[in-house]
């Protein structure tokens, strides 16, 4: 089939409707955001009709704090969404979607510590995001232990698989992925490190689906510089069927994130010049798990000048932290999208699901009337 014919029938199908039924045209999504998203932010996003995702964390040893902590987020959200305790015989979805990072060791304990907690609160989507490249079935295993249920009311959540490659989205097409998030150079916070922007990266992994994985029912969301109703249109235009918002929702009211960065998003602009990927920010931070196929983006502080300008790590930490400790906001590692330019004020987040989404639907059809 010719590539626009069936860019127009993925756009007109109601697969995401289906999959969310809570969910309207076009599907903005809140992406799970380490020291962002919360049930309250992901509850809000859901009810305006996008798909809220929380963030469920990164540490599934037993009985860990990382397990308690997902628990909790997703009986919280029960409460915004006005559910009450799961119960036994329930056969519905739960509709917002919990993300994991699988980076670490402790994602091999997966199956035997989140799933069982997935499985009884029933999310409608689990994100994973970032697995190690020396340990290549972390993906697979993950999904299959996300797809063990069975008999009828038995929970399947979709698999969302975030990527930033052509050949990582191949490994999660494998790895049994149902929709995977191209994401792009332009998104803000971790990344792979080597990869290309939304507009070439959307429709080559729409084409590799189409072609390597014709009789699967896989879907493409696109992530990565989109903060307005305008980038959500034409990643459409490029095949995406779920448009994916992670800077944007920083500044909702209901984001967990420090009043410092909100400021420094909604105070900046031109995000190509102001903001920059590296693995300095987490080095800056002493972070050391990321694996090293993976950096970061975030906006250009004076500790990265300083990096810029040859100062040692070393002495470089030691004034991060002496600004840290002196309430000095001129360090602190705000991560963010080159789109950080387009967002110019602090809403609730119920409103940027409904602005992004309405104003998407008039640029696409005023497109219409000039034909
Ligand atoms: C502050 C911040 C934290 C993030 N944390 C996560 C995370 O925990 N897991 C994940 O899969 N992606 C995470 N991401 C990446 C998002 O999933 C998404 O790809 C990105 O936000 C899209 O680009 P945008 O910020 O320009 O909209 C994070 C992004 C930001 C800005």
């Known amino acids: 089939m010719n590539i626009v014919r069936r860019t127009l029938t993925t756009m007109a199908s109601s697969r995401m409707k289906s999959w969310f039924p809570t969910t309207s045209y ?3 999504i809140l992406a799970p955001m380490a020291g962002v998203t ?18 469920g964390g990164k540490d599934f ?14 009986a919280q959200a029960r409460k915004y969404l006005g559910l009450g305790a799961p119960a036994n015989d329930d056969a519905s ?17 997966f199956g035997e510590t989140a799933v069982p907690i997935l499985r009884r609160h029933r999310p409608a989507a689990v994100w994973l995001f970032a697995p190690p490249p020396e340990v290549p079935d972390t993906i697979p295993s993950v999904v299959k232990a996300l797809k063990s249920g069975s008999g009828s009311g038995a929970w399947v959540p979709k698999v969302v698989v975030q990527v930033g490659t052509v050949d990582a989205a191949r490994e999660a ?17 971790h990344q792979w490190k080597q990869g290309s922007g939304v507009i070439s ?21 696109a992530a990565g510089g989109i903060a307005d109703g305008r980038g959500v249109a034409a990643a459409l235009a490029l095949g995406a069927e779920g448009v994916v918002l992670g800077t944007r929702y920083i500044v909702a009211s209901e984001s967990d994130a420090d009043a410092l960065k ?29 694996p090293g196929i993976y950096d970061g983006r975030a906006i250009i502080t004076e500790s990265y000048q300083d990096h810029e300008n040859g100062v040692p790590l070393d002495e470089n930490v030691k004034k991060f932290k002496a600004a840290k400790e002196s309430g000095d906001a001129s360090r602190i590692v705000t991560w963010s999208g080159t789109g950080v330019g387009l967002i110019k004020e602090e809403l609730p987040a119920a409103e940027i699901t409904k602005k992004v989404r309405e104003d998407a639907l008039k640029v696409i059809t005023g497109f219409k009337s000039l034909i």
């Open 26 to 28: 076009p599907p903005i």
């Open 38 to 55: 919360n049930p309250k932010l992901a509850s809000e996003v859901t009810k305006a009709g996008g798909l809220g995702f929380i963030q």
């Open 61 to 74: 040893e037993p009985e860990s704090k990382g397990v308690e902590d997902l628990e909790n987020q997703l």
């Open 93 to 109: 979805t739960l509709p917002i979607g919990v993300g994991a990072l699988t980076l670490a060791p402790s994602t091999k304990h």
């Open 173 to 189: 097409a494998k790895g049994g992925a149902d929709i995977i998030v191209a994401q792009g150079v332009d998104a803000g916070g």
């Open 201 to 221: 990266l959307v429709p080559e992994i729409s084409d590799l689906v189409h072609n390597e994985f014709p009789d699967r029912d896989i879907a493409v969301w």
């Open 262 to 290: 909100k400021k420094a998003i909604i105070s900046t602009s031109d995000g190509g010049k102001t903001t920059i990927k590296s693995q300095f920010h987490d080095s800056i931070q002493g972070t050391t798990f990321w």
